[in-house]
């Protein structure tokens, strides 16, 4: 049981590139979430699903598109990478009603 | 989904309870008030959440007040290893789950 994993854990890009994040989680849990954290500040919901083939926007999710294609995965892309969306990115994951999120280790991107 | 007021640090001598305070005036019925907590930048880890009444577990135990405006987080022997920033959360039934600035708790030796 590996509970959330992110993939990769590390990443540069040149600005203008494409990339997509993989979050993937064995718990069998409806929700899951993408969040962007910055030096010094809280964590930011970018995009969230409540189930399969489901999307939503969160806070800031200009940038940022997803999808859930399968319950089990949830993939973060960004389409022309910018320097402003260098961060940390979360992924979390919870079951249906009131329960805990499980979050990843994180992927540090740098966008140059 | 309700917002919250945290201060944005704590100081707590090491073997004393942490009481960490959470404002979320507008909160709704069917809300829950969450905490979790983030050490050296790793993912947040969950610690307690709960409704209405006030809720124990290995953890922490969380206090929430009568008119469910307020709430506290006490962790009963803080130790270094506490050390973190601490997030208090309002969560209702759209799933979302939005992280405030949280509170940075420092327990000192």
């Known amino acids: 049981n590996a509970g959330v994993t992110q993939t990769p854990k590390f990443r540069v890009l040149k600005t203008g590139q494409s990339m997509t994040l993989l979050c993937a989680q064995d718990?069998?849990?409806?929700?899951m979430y993408w969040y962007r954290q910055d030096p010094g500040m809280g964590l930011r919901l970018i995009h969230y699903?409540?189930?399969?083939?489901?999307?939503a926007k969160g806070e800031v999710p200009d940038g940022y598109n997803v999808s859930r294609l399968k319950k089990q995965n949830f993939l973060l892309g960004l389409e022309s990478a910018a320097p402003s969306q260098t961060s940390v990115y979360f992924c979390?994951?919870?079951?249906?009603?009131?329960?805990?999120?499980?979050f990843g280790q994180g992927t540090r991107l740098t966008v140059v | 989904d309700a917002k919250t007021t945290q201060p944005p640090s704590m100081d707590c001598a090491e073997g004393r309870a942490a009481n960490l305070p959470c404002n979320h005036s507008?909160?709704?019925?069917?809300?829950?008030v969450y905490w979790y907590r983030q050490i050296h930048s790793q993912g947040p880890q969950y610690i307690i959440h709960?409704?209405?009444n006030n809720e124990t577990n290995e953890m922490a135990s969380l206090i929430i007040t009568e008119d469910r405006k307020s709430s506290t987080l006490i962790l009963p022997h803080a130790t270094l290893r506490d050390t973190a920033v601490y997030y208090c959360?309002?969560?209702?039934?759209?799933?979302?789950?939005?992280f405030g600035q949280g509170t940075t708790l420092q327990v000192k030796p």
């Open positions: 979390a994951s919870s079951d249906w009603g009131n329960t805990e999120a499980f």
């Open positions: 718990m069998n849990h409806e929700y």
């Open positions: 699903s409540v189930g399969e083939g489901t999307t």
């Open positions: 507008t909160i709704s019925g069917n809300e829950y």
């Open positions: 709960g409704l209405k």
């Open positions: 959360i309002v969560r209702g039934n759209t799933g979302k789950l939005i």
